[in-house]
Antibody, heavy 125, light 107 residues
C-alpha cells in the first residue's frame, strides 16, 4: 500500500529547532515532487514548501523563508523539514504529501494524491 | 501571493441535497486549481485537480468547474460521509495558497 509516515514532531521552546521526517515506502520516491502542508489549531490548511524530484528546486511560503529548509534523501525514500527559530505561530499539524504532477495542455498541475497522517509540532515555553 | 476566497464559510444541508462551494482567486489562474476534503484527525484527500478532473476513486457526485478567477465544487447529492471541510488550492504560482475552507455539515 502506498503511504507516507511523518515523524519528529513534539514540544519545543520558542527559538528552538525541530526536524520532521516523512518516510515514503511503496512507490518510486525519486520520481515525485514532495510537499509539506500544515494546519494550525482552529485554522485552515497552509502550504509550506515543496521540493523537486532531484532536490534542485525548492519553494517556500514567505512566513518560513530563512527559517525552514526542505530536503530529501532519495536513497532513503525520505523527505525532511528542518525548522529553526521556531515561533508560537508555527504550532500546527504538519503533513507531507506526494505531488503526482499531472501534465496536460503544456501545463503541469499539482496533484497531491498521497498524504501522511500528520505530526504535531507545539512551540511553547 | 494570490488570495483564494471561498464562500460560504460553512453550510448545513440535508442528505440528497445539491451543494455548491465557490472559490474566487485574486487574479486569473487559468484552471490551475484543486479541491481537497479534510476531516478532523484525518489526512486531507484530493477530490479534483486542474479545476475539473476527478481524482481516481472519488465518487462521481463530486465535480469541479471554472476557469480564470471563479471556480465551483459541486456535490450533486450530499451523503452523510461528505461532512468535512473543503479547501480550494491554487497551483498557478508560488507560494501555493489555499482558500480558508468551507465547513459542510449534514442535517
Amino acid at each position: 500500500e502506498v503511504q507516507l509516515v511523518e515523524s519528529g514532531g513534539g514540544l519545543v521552546q520558542p527559538g528552538g529547532s525541530l526536524r520532521l521526517s516523512c518516510a515514503a515506502p511503496g512507490f518510486t520516491f525519486s520520481s515525485y515532487w514532495m510537499i509539506w502542508v500544515r494546519q494550525a489549531p482552529g485554522k485552515g490548511l497552509e502550504w509550506v514548501a515543496n521540493i523537486k524530484e532531484d532536490g534542485s528546486e525548492k519553494y517556500y511560503v514567505d512566513s518560513v523563508k530563512g527559517r525552514f529548509t526542505i530536503s530529501r534523501d532519495n536513497a532513503k525514500n525520505s523527505l525532511y523539514l528542518q525548522m529553526n527559530s521556531l515561533r508560537a505561530e508555527d504550532t500546527a499539524v504538519y503533513y507531507c504529501a506526494r505531488d503526482r504532477n499531472y501534465f496536460a495542455s503544456d501545463t503541469y498541475y499539482d496533484v497531491f494524491d498521497i498524504w501522511g497522517q500528520g505530526t504535531i509540532v507545539t512551540v511553547s515555553s | 501571493a494570490i488570495q483564494m476566497t471561498q464562500f460560504p464559510s460553512s453550510l448545513s444541508a440535508s442528505v440528497g441535497d445539491r451543494v455548491t462551494i465557490t472559490c474566487r482567486a485574486s487574479q486569473g489562474i487559468r484552471n490551475d486549481l484543486g479541491w481537497y476534503q479534510h476531516k478532523p484527525g484525518k489526512a486531507p484527500k484530493l477530490l479534483i485537480y486542474a479545476a475539473s478532473s476527478l481524482q481516481s476513486g472519488v465518487p462521481s457526485r463530486f465535480s469541479g468547474s471554472g476557469s480564470g478567477t471563479d471556480f465551483t465544487l459541486t456535490i450533486s447529492s450530499l451523503q452523510a460521509e461528505d461532512s468535512a471541510t473543503y479547501y480550494c488550492l491554487q497551483d498557478y504560482n508560488y507560494p501555493r495558497t489555499f482558500g480558508q475552507g468551507t465547513r459542510v455539515e449534514t442535517k
